[in-house]
């Protein structure tokens, strides 16, 4: 580990500073705006790897139109500050024209396990995510990349583009990190007036209770999704984009509960756009 | 160089080969069923890097549901003694599944400079060509790799896919490898019978014609693709699919040849489809 944290700005300065390392790589993409969700990423990239490489990019394809690309919260400042004692190269294009120059006209895309949940709510989005990671897999030639399970669709499609695509790097998802009243740490929880914080806790409590009426023994789907919507129905602010029950693997939704599943939801709080998830099995 | 070729049939023993490296790797990727244009790759490779891979696979994704994915030309045995003087490796997956597991479900694809020509002719064709070769570089991970000029097209778009993607390596066009008369090498030459070869020397025939013409001053692309196109209409066995004369770098048809022009041309002979091109310039 070094003492001071590298930057690199350029795809070539990422790539020089890459060919100085010996052993392994572990690496965290990240949007920046971090908190200790990102920080828990490379912590355990520190203790599994030689190296431990961040980026702090927010992609542009992966936002729609109509997205928050534009405000999306950035503080380069304080994401060096915290990366610094678990990092040792922060790789930021220093704009968008880095990544995506005139006539880039390249993209990875990842069939059937994009089409539901994010997939059907945010279109093109991930064609974004997978394009814009199959590059910085490129750029950082990592060993290990890792992943919060927060975003558990988007792992998968990770997982599942290395895996098709024959990349040589390990896809590591580690546990959703918490505020105290179960929110699951986000960058855009900072968009949330004290209101709409305080009813931004309905998602994760909606999970907790199907995750009680699982372990009870429901196995009926559409009961538990039904109890789930109900819960969140009553939070004023709060709106529902979907409740999903569905095969862990297939991301297929599920009539019954008979496989390990993944039960997520999206939902607005005011202006905010949430997601949070928990796995069955 | 090792004085024994090594055969790799799975994704792993590829890898295993590939970490036993060190310095630089060559790579010729083809479908096999070898002919001189392939093995002026294989010792361009030969020359330029410590070592040569080579593999050979009839990619299913490449060809249309009614081209010649099941009669396309196969002979391993007579492939493997004419890499043995320059190759030191050879990845010959042992099935399709190896490359296309079940579920297999993640696409490169090139936009803009894969529309027009071979795109427009081969629907799907170079998002067939763009992933199995994404996939082939993970898994040989080449310091260069090597294609034929025969395939222009081809070469620009993994060109593009390489520069899009931050890919580690460079790709290398060689010349096109002909036969005495001109026709250009093509494992599907082998599909022509003696009326049809003779008939097939018709495209370079077209393509000199059209470089005598442009040597002559002439620059009205519409002249030279008029005059190509009478040529090849000559012949009975001959029905012609396009004649192009585009702007090297975007493909985009030219009125006038001001820029670095591909003649390029597709033309049915008998039941065989062939290709051929020349770069003014």
């Known amino acids: ?17 890459r060919r100085e390392m010996r052993g ?5 993409p990240t949007m920046g705006y971090l908190h200790e969700g990102h920080i828990s990423l490379t912590r355990q990239a520190r203790k599994e790897n030689d190296h431990v490489v961040a980026s702090i990019f ?3 394809t992966q936002f729609g139109p109509k ?6 919260p950035r503080d380069i400042d304080r994401d060096l500050a915290l ?15 880095e990544m995506y120059p005139p006539k880039y006209n390249t993209w990875v895309i990842v069939d059937g396990i994009t089409e539901p949940l994010e997939g059907q709510c945010r279109p093109g989005h991930f064609k974004g995510v997978s394009t814009v990671v199959a590059k910085l897999f490129n750029i950082v030639e990592p060993t290990r990349a890792y992943f919060g399970q927060k975003d558990a669709q988007q792992a998968k499609v990770l997982q599942k583009m290395v895996k098709d695509l024959n990349m040589n790097l390990d896809v590591i998802v580690c546990a959703t990190i918490r505020e105290p009243d179960g929110l699951a740490m986000s960058s855009r929880n900072t968009y949330l007036n004290p209101h709409e914080r305080k009813a931004a806790t309905v998602l994760s409590q909606s999970l907790m209770l199907a995750q009680n009426l699982w372990q009870k023994g429901e196995r009926d789907a559409d009961i538990i ?14 709106k529902i984009e979907y409740v999903s029950i569905a095969d862990d693997e297939t991301l297929h939704e599920l009539n ?4 390990p599943a993944l ?7 005011g202006k905010t756009r949430l997601i949070d998830n928990i796995t069955l099995k």
């Open 225 to 238: 999704r039904g109890k789930m919507t109900e819960l969140i129905n009553k939070e004023p602010l709060a």
């Open 83 to 97: 990366l610094k004692d678990t990092t040792d190269v922060v790789f930021i294009p220093e704009n968008a024209e």
């Open 67 to 72: 997205e928050d690309f534009k405000t999306y």
């Open 1 to 17: 580990m070094s003492s001071k944290i590298k930057i690199a700005g350029t795809i070539a300065e990422m790539k020089s500073l």
């Open 24 to 28: 392994s790589v572990g690496f965290v």
């Open 58 to 60: 927010v992609n542009p």
């Open 256 to 259: 019954t509960i008979d496989t």
């Open 263 to 269: 039960v997520s939801l999206a939902v607005k709080v």
